[in-house]
């Protein structure tokens, strides 16, 4: 995380103290409220059909949130798109292109390293994606990858993912807090996901399951943890996950939720040296790497170099500094309600 960032979530969260920070809390909330009142208004314009929502000639199946950050949906994208794979239905991906540098972002570099025989479009026009992807592609589904605020496609599926380690990220709009729209929207939702559930267990994930019923009374909620599967390499090279048992390790990553992958490191059983941080969608240029290299350079020759899949596609080395480098590979894991997350996504192709 950057400092500006650090700067950032410290005052929103209030952890940082004095008149100075206060002040800036006051105007962060003064800014929320014309953001708030954009976003209703906008939302409104769809609702009452005065802005055109745009429907394509294959389902959509939208994966979204509704906070800035990381809430797990590249794996849950992957879940989908080999759901309908195993349907044996042409399914393209369709996103903004968030953190993409001019070229594919991280999301779409590991969703085509998992998912070699899926395509994913990238462009601010999904509209323009969605009929490119069925005209040329033949596709027919179309997943719509953090599609929850792009109302201009139409959707017959959306799906909305809460993280249950940092749900609402401080309970207020932007900027004061990180929520791009009101917690009221989840009404908008098919199917909630709630994700990393392991981290909430027993009576305190059946009040957050309860909480969400406020804003979400009637439709399922599915409940959902992050696992890692394998350690992956250069090629084709990996690694059980029981070679990192009582390891030296150092790590690295640059996605929404920094801590997730420091507790799945830590959970791995690893000794884990040290654990670098960079913003979410962080480029990695080249002095990024020499630096990078000159850490890992230092550390015994035994240490591995650990990073998430969506830092490793962007880096693409085998080692840094001598030490090898592998990236966790990360999948989803039902907890409860998957029956009913597999019956939307058939309903949506039964219509």
């Known amino acids: 995380m950057s400092s500006t960032e650090e700067w950032f979530h410290s005052l929103i969260s209030g952890e940082r103290r004095g008149i100075r920070a206060t002040l800036w809390r006051m105007a962060f909330r003064v800014a929320s409220v014309p953001y708030g009142m954009a976003t209703t208004l906008r939302n409104l314009s769809y609702d009452r059909g005065w802005s055109k929502s745009h429907r394509a000639d294959v389902p959509v199946i939208s994966v979204g949130n509704l906070t800035l950050g990381g809430t797990g949906k590249t794996p849950c994208v992957e879940t989908i798109a080999r759901f309908y794979r195993e349907l044996d239905l042409m399914v393209v991906i369709l996103s903004r292109g968030y953190g993409s540098q001019g070229g594919r972002n991280d999301e779409a570099l590991v969703l085509e390293a998992n998912l070699p025989d899926v395509p994913h479009l990238q462009g601010q026009d999904r509209v323009a994606l969605a009929h490119t ?76 399951v309860a909480e969400v019923r406020q804003y979400y009374p009637t439709g399922p909620i599915v409940q ?127 219509v």
């Open 133 to 208: 992807a069925v005209e040329e592609l033949e596709a027919e589904v179309l997943i719509l990858d953090d599609g929850f605020q792009h109302r201009r496609l139409a959707r017959q599926l959306d799906i909305v993912l809460i993280d249950v380690t940092q749900p609402w990220k401080h309970a207020r709009l932007f900027p004061r807090g990180l929520l791009r729209e009101s917690r009221r929207s989840l009404q908008r939702a098919t199917l909630v996901m709630l994700t990393r559930c392991d981290r909430l267990e027993g009576v305190g994930r059946e009040q957050f």
């Open 224 to 350: 959902t943890t992050h696992e890692p599967l394998e350690l992956v390499g250069v090629g084709e090279r990996t690694e059980l996950l029981e070679s990192l048992q009582c390891r030296r390790v150092v790590a690295f990553c640059g996605i929404g939720n920094p801590e997730a992958f420091r507790r799945t490191l830590t959970n791995l059983g690893v000794d884990l040296i040290d654990f670098r941080t960079y913003p979410d969608h962080h480029p990695y240029g080249r002095d990024d790497v020499m630096d990078l290299q000159s850490w890992a350079s230092k550390q015994a020759d035994e240490v591995w170099v650990l990073t998430t899949q969506k830092d490793f596609v962007k880096i693409g080395l085998p080692d840094l500094g001598g030490r090898l480098l592998w990236a966790v590979k990360i999948g989803l894991r039902f907890l409860d309600g998957q029956d009913a997350f597999e019956e939307c996504l058939r309903g949506v192709i039964a």
